[in-house]
């Protein structure tokens, strides 16, 4: 459904959660999207419906992910690699995840396990539960983060920076906080033309791609 999305419900191993699903039919990528330790399906400074919908006129499929038990990494995991097989369910064959805060360490275990999943990004994520990081390549690594943050510092994100391998992109908004709602507009087209590519590129060309967008940080204004 076009607009808004659909409501769906995916069952999982500990009962069922739900998502609001922004697909056409056949569809063969997805992006899934995840809030925070609270939960939510609207993401830092609500990015994740326009992303959704500007994902979805590229033929992409957006899922809204919302967590049955917030806040507890093992079940929250759990919801994103059963949010994936249900998308499978419904032809998709490549994913990229995108998890906010609390999130990064979600969607950072989740796809080191999914081998649907072709790349991960994360907004301003905490460290505790990212021991996967470094078991993440060759899929994609997308830091974003504010140097004002003062929830989870930018230390953070360069932190997994530091442990993960290629390929692996961080970038900094300046004097920004821990939602990034003064790049809004920026982050809104960085994860857009991130997930574009990785998409929208067969297999084997986006690993090609992927190997030639690794290894550098830059500051966005």
């Known amino acids: 459904m076009v607009g808004r999305g659909s409501r769906v419900e995916i069952p999982t191993p500990g009962g069922t959660t739900f998502g609001v699903l922004h697909a056409l039919e056949g569809a063969r990528?997805?992006?899934?999207?995840?809030?925070?330790?609270?939960?939510?399906?609207?993401g830092p400074a609500g990015i994740y419906g326009d992303l959704a919908e500007s994902l979805l006129r590229e033929g992409v499929a957006g899922l809204r992910l919302e967590y049955r038990m917030p806040n507890r990494l093992t079940e929250c995991v759990a919801d994103v690699l059963a949010a994936l097989e249900y998308l499978r369910g419904r032809g998709v064959e490549r994913a990229a995840l995108v998890?906010?805060?609390?999130?990064?360490?979600?969607?950072i275990e989740a796809g080191a396990?999914?081998?649907?999943?072709?790349?991960?990004?994360?907004?301003?994520?905490?460290?505790?539960?990212?021991?996967?990081?470094?078991?993440?390549?060759?899929?994609?690594?997308?830091?974003?983060?504010?140097?004002?943050?003062?929830?989870?510092?930018?230390?953070c994100s360069r932190e997994l920076y530091a442990r993960a391998r290629e390929p692996k992109e961080l970038v900094l908004?300046?004097?920004?906080?821990?939602?990034?709602?003064?790049?809004?507009?920026?982050?809104?087209?960085?994860?857009?033309?991130?997930?574009?590519?990785?998409?929208?590129?067969?297999?084997?060309?986006?690993?090609?791609q992927a190997s030639r967008h690794g290894g550098f940080i830059s500051t966005e204004e």
């Open 99 to 107: 998890g906010w805060s609390f999130g990064g360490a979600v969607v």
């Open 173 to 208: 908004y300046p004097g920004d906080d821990h939602g990034l709602t003064r790049h809004r507009r920026q982050v809104i087209e960085k994860l857009l033309g991130w997930s574009r590519e990785l998409l929208s590129a067969s297999p084997t060309n986006g690993s090609r």
């Open 29 to 42: 990528t997805a992006f899934v999207m995840v809030g925070g330790a609270g939960g939510g399906i609207h």
């Open 113 to 155: 396990q999914s081998e649907v999943v072709v790349g991960i990004a994360t907004v301003a994520s905490q460290t505790y539960g990212t021991v996967s990081v470094g078991r993440l390549a060759p899929k994609r690594l997308l830091l974003l983060h504010g140097t004002a943050d003062r929830t989870l510092s930018d230390r």
